[in-house]
């Protein structure tokens, strides 16, 4: 089992920053990859970022140039920098880890909410 906890939305204006970070605890090692995903009001939830266990990151096309999707392996955290944010980025942005360990699974955090006012 792996538990996530997310912390660091907040209320921001357009064109301002915010950093998410994603704890990690439980079985860490049989984590492959981490990312972040969102959910707008009326919308499903979509990818944003992620990254696999070798270090390689992909990004939403909505994202690429202002998110960056990082890790500190020391700390089981992951983090995603946003920058230049838009009343578009608003959504409760949830971390996922997804693994093996006797099954596939893939584990979610509770949200965190970020707001873009314009």
């Known amino acids: 089992q792996v538990q996530l906890v997310e912390s660091g939305g907040g209320l921001v204006q357009a064109g301002g920053s915010l950093r998410l970070s994603c704890v990690a605890s439980?079985?860490?090692?049989?984590?492959?990859?981490m990312g972040w995903y969102r959910q707008a009001p009326g919308k499903q939830r979509e990818l944003v970022a992620t990254?696999?266990?070798?270090?390689?990151?992909n990004y939403a096309d909505s994202v690429k140039g202002r998110f960056t999707i990082s890790r500190d392996n020391a700390k089981n955290t992951v983090y995603l920098q946003m920058n230049s944010l838009e009343p578009e980025d608003t959504a409760v942005y949830y971390c996922?880890?997804?693994?093996?360990?006797?099954?596939?699974?893939?584990?979610w955090g509770q949200g965190t909410q970020v707001t873009v006012s314009s």
């Open positions: 996922n880890a997804d693994g093996y360990w006797r099954a596939p699974f893939a584990s």
């Open positions: 439980g079985s860490i090692f049989s984590i492959n990859a």
């Open positions: 990254i696999i266990k070798g270090g390689s990151t």
